[in-house]
């Protein structure tokens, strides 16, 4: 069973910072690209960022030079550091991984971000 759990998710003034994290068990987690997306309120759920197994990283437009993702395969994790935080970041923030045409999420952590 493949699980996903995010933390490090809070309350935090615009131009703030913080880090996310995502630990995976359940699967060889150095096998698959993870991902981190956000969902709004009343918005639909977006990608924010993506690691390949290789390391590669795609980030969405809106985040680009501002969020870094990595990932930590000896600790099956994978991390999405925020810099520069803005009030429109707000969001529940999913860990997500596809293994063998399965997709698995975490339950979400909250970011809040106060202008």
């Known amino acids: 069973q493949v699980q996903l759990v995010e933390s490090g998710g809070g309350l935090v003034q615009a131009g703030g910072s913080l880090r996310l994290s995502c630990a995976t068990s359940g699967t060889i987690f150095s096998r698959y690209a993870m991902d981190w997306y956000r969902q709004a309120p009343g918005k639909q759920r977006e990608l924010v960022a993506r690691i390949t197994t290789g390391g590669s990283t795609n980030y969405a437009d809106f985040v680009m030079g501002r969020f870094t993702i990595s990932r930590n395969n000896a600790q099956n994790t994978v991390y999405l550091q925020m810099n520069s935080l803005k009030p429109e970041d707000t969001a529940a923030y999913y860990c997500?991984?596809?293994?063998?045409?399965?997709?698995?999420w975490g339950k979400g952590t909250l970011v809040t971000v106060s202008s």
């Open positions: 997500h991984t596809l293994v063998h045409i399965m997709n698995y």
